[in-house]
T-cell receptor, first 114, second 112 residues
Framework: DAGVTQSPTHLIKTRGQQVTLRCSPK?????VSWYQQALGQGPQFIFQ???????QRGNFPDRFSGHQFPNYSSELNVNALLLGDSALYLC?????????????FGSGTQLSVL | AQKVTQAQTEISVVEKEDVTLDCVYE???????LFWYKQPPSGELVFLIR??????QNEISGRYSWNFQKSTSSFNFTITASQVVDSAVYFC?????????FGGGTRLMVKP
């Protein structure tokens, strides 16, 4: 039973570029949440997708957008990259949108913006 | 809005010592959930426990135990007889709607 998988594991981009990160949820899960974790800090909630729609969004600009596909996998897109976007991006999955249940996290994508 | 404070940014112990990680939260919700997650160097956050606001019973799981006290808004985590594999960053986020609110975490280093 595969857990949450994220790709790529590492990525290097330059300022102004665009990036797409991918996440496959744990088998049987239908809800995907994305978090940004800067070095030495706790994860910050970006948004959550359920039934292919963004259900809740954290305090992130519109440069951050996402998508959920019918197979429940998800993408996180970041446009016009800034140096401050350098971080570990974590994907988490759960069932039926419930966050009072435990989340299963992937190992993340480490994004470096130069 | 939810908020969590983990005042201990870093703790260093020697293997087999007991260690307690403190967690103080703030919430205006009457019903809420609290969690503990562990983040080893691999980066993946690992679920440890979930507690709802109505259940103040302490819980023990092997070497781990949790003390939830609603009166002081604390949800502390104790590791008994620590091991090197316990070295990680530990977070205690409450949930707010569909999101978890993480603080800065506590980095635990267990030395052999």
């Amino acid at each position: 039973d595969a857990g949450v998988t994220q790709s790529p594991t590492h990525l290097i981009k330059t300022r102004g570029q665009q990036v797409t990160l991918r996440c496959s949820p744990k088998s049987g899960h239908d809800t995907v949440s994305w978090y940004q974790q800067a070095l030495g800090q706790g994860p910050q909630f970006i948004f959550q997708y359920y039934e292919e729609e963004e259900r809740q969004r954290g305090n992130f600009p519109d440069r951050f957008s996402g998508h959920q596909f019918p197979n429940y996998s998800s993408e996180l897109n970041v446009n016009a990259l800034l140096l401050g976007d350098s971080a570990l991006y974590l994907c988490a999955s759960s069932l039926d949108g419930a966050t009072n249940e435990k989340l299963f996290f992937g190992s993340g994508t480490q994004l470096s913006v130069l | 809005a939810q908020k969590v404070t983990q005042a201990q940014t870093e703790i260093s112990v020697v293997e087999k010592e007991d260690v307690t990680l403190d967690c103080v939260y703030e919430t205006r919700d009457t019903t809420y959930y609290l969690f503990w997650y562990k983040q080893p160097p691999s980066g993946e956050l690992v679920f440890l426990i979930r507690r709802n606001s109505f259940d103040e019973q302490n819980e023990i799981s092997g070497r781990y135990s949790w003390n939830f006290q609603k009166s002081t808004s604390s949800f502390n985590f104790t590791i008994t007889a620590s091991q090197v594999v316990d070295s990680a960053v530990y977070f205690c986020p409450p949930n707010a709607g569909n999101m978890l609110t993480f603080g800065g975490g506590t980095r635990l280093m267990v030395k052999p």
